[in-house]
């Protein structure tokens, strides 16, 4: 809650453009975090015997009062990340809405009990089933980048499947945290199963001492590298978000002005503060010429301003820090031996966080703007030969996440795509598949590991169980005592019954291998 008094145990909400502080929020004490868990493990069991259908039908009013209150929940997001509102809408309030739209619609059937045949003779006549349960509490310790897009789209599959949510939203945006909890209370969930803590390390490392069932982090390498740890030591599972590098390969025969506008929008959207940025372009030799030429043109063209002002295309970096950032590697690249083209300065007279949209070419695996995620508006371009060079500087890096790769050839992408180290590529758009509730979002490396969004991201979630009915109800199965050399044989001519191969062999030692099923137990 908003107060005016600053009390130390408050966390500031403070609008990036300016530097103004807008409010304070209450600072979730990290000692009641046991208590928070439990309380939510408590109501959890409740909900997961509602019929999924009515869990469904709760999120269907979650996304009604989402709806209602769009405006409210954009002007908290530009204010708090600085992006711009047309940002806020599509990308935060949309990937909000329709996860709540498409998980309603679709829990049930991804959740259904299914049917698993058994390819073996020995198992025919058992009936195999695969269940899906719900695993208790689900932590989430979210990033500031996207503060309603990624906190919603994981919390509201956790519902669906049955479970409850306690999540540590970002210290950088606490206004967002405390409208996205206010939005369930609002929706008539039941007290207790979605609980937003606010504060920083310490209350995202209460969380993982509290013993939740799973913890579903997205935040940088460093900070998921100690979630793991703490995670490991407890035997908690996780999925890691982390951070990303993705390469944008453009190729010669594809639409120039079409790549240009998705390099320069996918570069420095969000003020390139996305996990999915294109971080690191390669573009063949035919076409990079035309190619800088476009994207240095449409940068010229794109205004550096306050996300509130809706002339502005680009907002700001989030603290001063990342303004430093990026002089740093800049610095580093111009010192060794690449060239800025337009940008590549702090704009301190418009605000604190301020960095201009920056095209850099003559990038290359040796500088820190190739090795390091970004996290920023600069468009690095390094020419290639052909699409071989391009896939192998590609796939150098300690990140995968996503790529994308530009081509009209569609064939032709689809099969460089298999040739990329990803955890999505993309043929002829960027990004924007995180916008796709049925697509799997997630990589591997220092990317991190497992899967939000999708069937996969859904599962992430559940425990999943498998029951086997055995339909012989009166018999003793084979495999069991007693033994001696009359199953040996038997044994023995089941296994060539069954790999032998040929039909010969199987006729020859059909009736052996069936003494293994209707053998006396000698009991
Ligand atoms: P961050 O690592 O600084 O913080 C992420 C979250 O972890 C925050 O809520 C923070 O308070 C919390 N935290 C910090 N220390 C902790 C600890 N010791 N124990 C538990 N929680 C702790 O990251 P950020 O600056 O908020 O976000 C930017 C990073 O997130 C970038 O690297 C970006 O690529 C990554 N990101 C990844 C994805 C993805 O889906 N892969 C999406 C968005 C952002």
Known sequence: MATTAIPIDTLPSMNPATGEVLGHFERTPASSLPEIVSRARAVQRDWAKLPIRDRCAKLRG??????????????????????PRVEA???????????AEYWSKNAARALRTQRVPHHSTAAKAKRGYLTYEPLGVIAIISSWN????????????????????????????????ALIEKLFIDAGFPKDLVRIVQGGAEVGQALIDASADKVIFTGSVATGRRVAEACAKRL??????????????????????????AAVWGSYTNCGQVCLSVERLFVEQLAVERFIALCVEKTKKLRLGSGSDPA??????????????????????????????????????????????????????????FQEETFGPILAIQVVRDAKQAITHANDSPFALAASIWTKDKSRGMALAAELRAGAVMVNDAISYFGIA??????????????????????EMMQMKYIDVDGLARSEK???????????????????????????????NARSAMKTFFRDHGW
């Open 438 to 459: 049925e697509a799997p979002h997630g990589g591997c490396g220092a990317s991190g590991w497992g899967r939000t969004h999708g069937k996969a991201g859904l599962l």
């Open 89 to 99: 809408l599509f990308a935060d309030i949309f990937v909000a809405l329709d996860s």
């Open 478 to 508: 084979p495999w069991w005592y007693r033994y001696g050399s009359d199953l040996e044989r038997a044994a023995d001519a089941f296994l060539q019954f069954e790999f032998s191969g040929g039909i010969g062999a199987k006729l020859r």
């Open 62 to 83: 979650l996304r009604n009062r989402i709806m209602a209150s769009r405006n409210e929940l954009t002007d908290a997001v530009v204010r708090e990340s600085g992006k």
């Open 236 to 261: 908690i599972p996780t999925v890691l978000e982390l951070g990303g590098k993705d390469a944008m390969i453009v190729l010669a025969d594809a639409d120039l002005e079409v790549a240009s506008s």
């Open 312 to 369: 502005t295309d680009v907002g700001p970096l989030i603290r001063p820090e990342h303004v430093r950032r990026m002089i740093d590697l800049v610095d580093d690249a111009v010192s060794r031996g690449a060239s800025v083209v337009c940008g590549g300065s702090a704009r301190p007279e418009l605000g604190p966080n301020f960095f201009e949209p920056t095209v850099i070419v003559g990038v290359d695996s040796s500088m820190k703007l």
């Open 146 to 177: 996207y503060p309603l897009a990624i906190p919603l789209s994981e919390i509201i599959p956790a519902l669906a499947a049955g479970n409850a949510a306690v999540c540590k939203t970002s210290d950088f945006t606490p206004q967002c945290g």
